[in-house]
């Protein structure tokens, strides 16, 4: 039997390896990973918190799938992001990126 | 509605109808604005001589009002005319002076492209002037008083492009502003005591049996008599009438002979009643007047520009109506004031026509430039002249006498003497004047110059000649009619025969021979020196030449205090009203380059902060999520 902390450990280590590895990488691509991973930890919170504490198992299920869906369509206009900014600036560094500031 | 009451009323409406209509539609139309000014005046000049005919009758007033302004407790201002015999002689003086002077501007104005605007100017003075003559309130009095000031104003001013003539402007303005303050001050103090600033009443109120203190009718006079100080152009406020020579020379004409400067004497001379009743005033006035006519005369002694020398001479003059009236005959102050009105005017006007012809104001030069072929402008100069010195048959000598008179009954012997002594350098002076214009001896290029202007002016000459012929025949007319002036304006008081020869009248004409004898050694004969025994102490005529150095004094106190007082002001206004403005918006500026900061654009920083907030939140809401 999987118990609850346990799993809620993961999902939150998950999350501050994904929210370290944002505020740590310089590379939009590797943030997006970074940002999927933390995602996943979410997913993961989601799936635990239906299924382990006894409520119904396929609506935490479904919800994630839905996670998964739109993980995909987001790393898809993400990356097309990534690459008209690549053409525009030559560059994918976001410390390079910082002409919207005051 | 009675005749004399709307005879006033038309007197009054017919230039200001002039004024508004030239001013706002006819200012393209120079033909028939001047045309349509002198129709107004000269509809004015009708109404103001049916005035004399019926109101200038020994013991006649008739006062029209209309309740104005309504006062709590009291009859409230009203507003309206008072007709007695002074208003209405002097509105026909009035109307007379500033229809010659606008006759003889066809031919000296003709040209200039503010010919419309000017004559548009001269109705608003006439308005003013007779709205002042002919008020029945002296609020109202005052009103026009300040309108008499401002048309002045615009017409010194009147070649305002030019910074000599916008200066003089300014000048005239506020000087006379200055003792207006007194006259403000005077007319609120009678309101309060009186409850309403009806002349007449004012005039039962200060004088015996009256309810006013004595003590108050003194201060009253004193402030009144502050305004006209200013106006009359006497005592310390004077420098102002040289300087607003600038202003075209019919308005010289007009500004010392019936209007402006005469307002001042005309205030005394209404309010008469009310200075009598304050004698320390009076005395006071006395002596500044005899020290300011002596002074002014000085100051002609050695003055080139012809204009310089009239104006000196309008000061001198008007100290001498004030002397008459301060001796205490109405009679004796206002015929002078109407003589002097008539051969003052016509010394301006023949003045101009010398100024016309040689483009230039002084003596010296006019007479490199033929005078004597301006035939009207000689007679005009040389009958003035007479009249300005009080010899015999002139107008000048009869009202001068009254005046003298007047001072031998009532004044100390040494006021007297030093009257005399203007007297005779009144004539000393004006035949100075007279010499140096009219003897020029050398005579350069006079074909040139007659040939140039006889094309030229022809009509305008017409024009400018005719108001000075009649004025120099007025000069021999206006003498006569002082036993009328003393019937009218001094009822039951003893007259002085027009010719009562005896020690006053023989000194005085001695002492004007003696003046114009001394001016023609030094000035007329052949082989005169042509230089002054003032001009020859170079002392001397500096002192007299620079207004006795007041001018000066103004520059070094009140000027410098005032100029002080401004730099004060500005430095309040630039740096702590502008520096609060100025710091207030550089403090919004430099808030917001440091909050600008925050927007780095940096992604991660922006999440980090993200991040630290949702923490703190959950914190918090994990401690229970109260507000500390």
């Known amino acids: ?102 | 509605m009675s005749g004399p009451v709307l005879a006033a009323l038309v007197a009054q409406a017919a230039p200001l109808a002039a004024c508004v209509v030239i001013l706002f539609w006819l200012r393209q139309r120079p033909g028939l604005a001047a045309g349509l000014a002198i129709l107004s005046l000269t509809v004015t000049l009708g109404a103001a001589g049916y005035l004399v005919a019926a109101v200038a009758v020994p013991n006649t007033t008739v006062l029209a009002t209309a309740n104005w302004l309504p006062v709590a407790e009291g009859p409230g201002l009203a507003f309206g005319v008072l007709l007695d015999p002074l208003s209405t002689t002097m509105a026909l003086v009035v109307a007379a002076v500033t229809l010659a002077v606008m006759v003889y501007s066809l031919g000296y104005m003709a040209g200039d492209p503010g010919f419309a605007r000017y004559y548009g100017f001269l109705a608003l003075f006439a308005w003013a002037m007779l709205g002042l003559v002919l008020a029945s309130n002296l609020l109202q009095t005052l009103v026009f008083w300040e309108l008499v000031g401002l048309a002045s104003f615009l017409l010194i001013g009147f070649w305002f492009e030019r910074p000599a003539p916008a200066a003089a402007a300014r000048k005239a303005f506020i000087m006379t502003r200055v003792g207006d303050v007194g006259f403000l001050l005077g007319v609120l103090l009678l309101i309060r005591a009186a409850g309403n600033a009806t002349i007449p009443d004012l005039i039962a109120a200060a004088g015996p049996g009256g309810s006013f203190a004595p003590g108050f009718t003194e201060l009253v006079a004193a402030l009144l008599l502050m305004g006209v100080i200013g106006k009359s152009a006497q005592g310390p406020l004077f420098t102002w009438l040289p300087d607003a020579m600038e202003g075209p020379t019919p308005v010289s004409a007009l500004l010392h002979s019936a209007t402006m400067v005469a307002a001042g004497v005309f205030l005394v001379a209404r309010m008469h009643g009310l200075f009598a009743a304050a004698p320390e005033v009076m005395r006071f006035l006395l002596w500044l007047s005899v020290i300011t006519a002596i002074a002014a005369a000085t100051m002609a002694m050695v003055a080139n520009d012809i204009k310089r020398v009239l104006a000196y001479s309008s000061i001198s003059q008007l100290a001498y109506m004030l002397m008459g009236l301060a001796a205490g005959s109405v009679a004796a102050g206002f015929f002078h004031l109407v003589t002097h009105a008539g051969f003052k005017a016509l010394l301006f006007l023949s003045a101009g026509i010398f100024i016309h012809h040689a483009h230039s104001n002084d003596m010296r030069e006019i007479a490199g430039h033929q005078p004597g072929s301006q035939r009207a402008g000689v007679i005009g100069l040389l009958a003035g002249s007479l009249a300005l010195a009080g010899v015999i048959p002139f107008a000048g000598y009869f009202s001068k006498e009254a005046v003298l008179a007047a001072m031998g009954e009532h004044a100390g012997t040494a006021v007297l003497a030093l009257a005399y002594a203007t007297a005779g350098l009144t004539a000393y002076y004006s035949f100075r004047m007279v010499f140096l214009t009219l003897r020029g001896g050398s005579a350069h290029s006079p074909a040139h110059d007659a040939g140039a202007h006889a094309s030229g002016h022809g009509q305008g000459e017409t024009a400018m000649a005719a108001p000075v012929l009649v004025l120099a025949a007025l000069t021999l007319v206006l003498g006569w009619l002082g036993h009328w002036f003393a019937v009218r304006l001094s009822p039951g008081a003893e007259e002085h025969g027009a010719l009562a020869f005896g020690a006053g009248p023989l000194t005085a004409l001695s002492l004007a021979a003696a003046g114009i004898a001394l001016a023609w050694l030094e000035y007329g004969r052949s082989g005169a020196p042509r230089t002054g025994f003032v001009e020859r102490m170079p002392a001397l005529r500096d002192f007299f030449a620079t207004n006795w150095y007041l001018d000066r004094l103004y520059g070094a106190t009140v000027v410098r205090l005032a100029n002080a007082l401004s730099r004060a002001a500005r430095w309040n206004d630039q740096t702590v009203l502008d520096g609060a403005g100025d710091g207030f918006g550089a403090a919004t500026v430099g808030g917001g380059r440091l909050l600008a900061r925050l927007q780095s654009g940096y992604v991660q920083m922006y999440v980090s902060v993200l991040v630290a907030i949702m923490a703190a939140l959950a914190a918090w809401l994990m401690g229970g999520g109260r507000l500390p």
Do not use: W
Request: charged share 10%; proline share 2%; hydrophobic share 60%.
């Open chain 1, 1 to 102: 039997m999987v118990n609850l902390p346990a799993v809620l450990g993961v999902a939150t280590a998950l999350f501050g390896i994904g929210l370290y590895g944002l505020l740590q990488r310089r590379s939009l691509v590797a943030m997006l990973i970074a940002l999927e991973l933390m995602l996943a930890a979410i997913s993961i919170n989601v799936i635990a918190l239906t299924t382990l504490t006894g409520q119904d198992p396929s609506l935490g299920q479904v919800v994630v799938l839905i996670f998964v869906g739109v993980a995909a369509a987001e790393v898809a206009i993400a990356l097309s992001l990534f690459v008209a900014i690549h053409r525009a600036a030559h560059d994918i560094d976001v410390e390079h990126l910082s002409e919207l500031k005051g």
